[in-house]
């Protein structure tokens, strides 16, 4: 039996009257205006036009570090992406000239971060070459080889960001406690019909929603289960088990799995457990992993029970009304806890014909903490 998620037309009506509700508390427009703005327009009236979308950035800030230098390297490499289409050279050449002023004046308040100092030094001085790679790319106004380029030079970043992590930033609650938990990142491998799907979980920032499905994924649970729903511009989901069941039971107890919603807010000690954040007085904070990208993945649930989740996710398809940049209508409802980095192509071609064929770890399983 399939858990229904909110479609979204009911969650446009929520949406039209927290925007509605939000413009006219803070003054920036009367009722009659706000009444009169289209749908999709209202509902974008408040949103960011910077909202991070690559769901690889959203990773590498979601990681529980404080490195104020390497975040702004980061930042600089990042920001091309927003000048190479246009092929800006100008701006990208400012980015990466002070990316690499920034590790040359810089680099040893980074080496510091890095527990292992000999692996970080060499990977701090990889970096640099990465950077004086890309500046001869953009020099030549190659733009192939600039994309390229920056890519090497992210992925480093990445290593060095994730290196700088020291042990767990929190204790999950004692409720939850006996749940799995992923304490770090683990990498799916999901075998579809339609191709292959790479996914990276985080469980820095949701241990008990990414534990309990890389648990199951290692039990060869979702082998062979069928995609149970797929909308265009909405949601693919799976993970109903055969039978009137809606979630996992666990064999050694007989008792079914149920896991809570979990949110993180950027800047926060920990997450918000067992309560949506609009329930819990939260309006459009920022949050640590949003459902901003294509190819979010989340625990479905049902609609009334923040608890209700088990087995049973879903792949965030981006939808342009439920999702204009910085203000998303998912984004406290629901568990993200990761991304799609692989296999975009493919999602936007599963059905409901199709079906998965296997999951695999490929890494991370060491993270997993069970009971």
């Keep these: 039996m399939e858990v229904i998620l909110e479609n979204s037309k009911s969650l446009l009506k929520k949406a039209l009257t927290l925007c509605l509700s939000l413009a006219l508390l803070f003054g920036s427009t009367t009722v009659a205006s706000a ?38 390297i980061q930042k600089d490499i990042e920001d091309i992406s927003n000048h190479i289409k246009g092929k ?57 080889s600039t994309i390229k380029d920056q890519a090497s030079v992210l992925d480093t970043i990445t290593t060095i960001e994730e290196m700088m992590v020291v042990g767990f930033p929190f204790e999950v609650p004692s409720q939850y406690a006996n749940l799995p938990q992923l304490k770090g990142r683990a990498v799916i491998a999901l075998e579809t019909t339609k191709g292959n799907i790479k996914l990276v979980l985080d469980g820095y920032n949701a241990p ?25 511009f909405f949601v693919v989901q799976a993970g109903d088990p055969p039978g009137d069941a809606t979630g996992f039971t666990d064999p050694s107890t007989g008792k079914d799995r149920t896991v809570p919603l979990e949110i993180q807010i950027r800047g926060e000690d920990s ?59 998912m984004d406290g409802r629901y568990s993200v806890f990761g991304y799609l980095v692989e296999g975009k192509d493919v999602l936007d071609k599963i059905t409901t014909e199709d079906k998965i064929v296997s999951a695999k770890v490929i890494s991370g399983l060491d993270n997993l903490v069970k009971s």
């Design 35 to 72: 009444q009169a703005l289209p749908e999709g327009t209202l509902i974008s009236y408040l949103a960011s036009s910077n909202a991070i979308t690559d769901p690889k950035a959203l990773l590498r800030y979601s990681l529980p570090i404080d490195n104020p230098s390497i975040r702004q």
């Design 208 to 232: 008990v929603n990414a534990g309990n499905f890389v648990d199951l994924v290692n039990r060869g649970f979702y082998d062979g289960l069928p995609f149970t729903r797929a909308e265009e």
């Design 271 to 329: 997450p918000t457990y067992g309560t949506t954040l609009e329930d819990a007085g939260y309006y459009l904070p920022e949050l640590a992993l949003p459902f901003n990208a294509y190819g979010a993945i989340a625990t479905a649930r049902p609609e009334n029970d923040p608890n209700g989740g088990s087995s049973q996710f879903f792949l965030y398809r981006f939808d342009t009304e439920l999702t204009p940049p910085g203000f998303n209508l």
């Design 88 to 144: 800006r050279w100008s701006f990208i050449s400012r980015d990466v000239r002070q990316s690499a002023l920034n590790l040359s004046l810089h680099g040893n308040d980074i080496l510091k971060s890095i527990p292992q100092e000999q692996q970080g030094q060499s990977l701090i001085d990889h970096l640099k070459e990465g950077i004086n790679a890309l500046q001869e790319s953009i020099e030549k106004k190659d733009r192939e």
